[in-house]
């Protein structure tokens, strides 16, 4: 089991940039596992936004974060990151990362999730 820990969330006006980080520890290392982030806006589900398999080589976007939104892994770190510019109000919600064995799209594809931290993008 991977434990996850996601960071950089917060407050921005539309048109600015954050980036997240996702933090693994615990008995493997993260260099195994495809990563992905999804977000949840409320009274909507939960939806992917980018995941990357184990060596960076594949990558996925959703078409509403393309050209916009970064996904990168540093796997001496443990770390994943989502890079996130031009961000529009509806980029408001949640923002979970999740390990899984696969590049996926579906939430059920993923094993192991963080706590999730807010991204709140204003006008």
């Known amino acids: 089991q991977v434990q996850l820990v996601e960071s950089g969330g917060g407050l921005v006006q539309a048109g600015g940039s954050l980036r997240l980080s996702c933090a693994a520890s615990g008995r493997t290392f993260i260099s195994r596992y495809a990563m992905g982030w999804f977000r949840q806006a409320p009274g909507k589900e939960r939806e992917i936004v980018a995941a990357?398999?184990?060596?960076?080589?594949?990558?996925y976007y959703a078409d509403s974060v393309k050209g916009r939104f970064t996904i990168s892994r540093d796997n001496a770190k443990n770390t994943v990151y989502l890079q996130m510019n031009s961000l529009k109000i509806e980029d408001t919600a949640v923002y979970y990362c999740?390990?899984?064995?696969?590049?996926?799209?579906?939430?059920?594809?993923?094993?192991?999730w963080g706590q999730g931290t807010q991204v709140t993008v204003s006008s």
């Open positions: 999740a390990a899984g064995n696969r590049v996926a799209g579906r939430a059920r594809d993923y094993d192991d």
């Open positions: 990357m398999n184990w060596s960076g080589s594949t990558t």
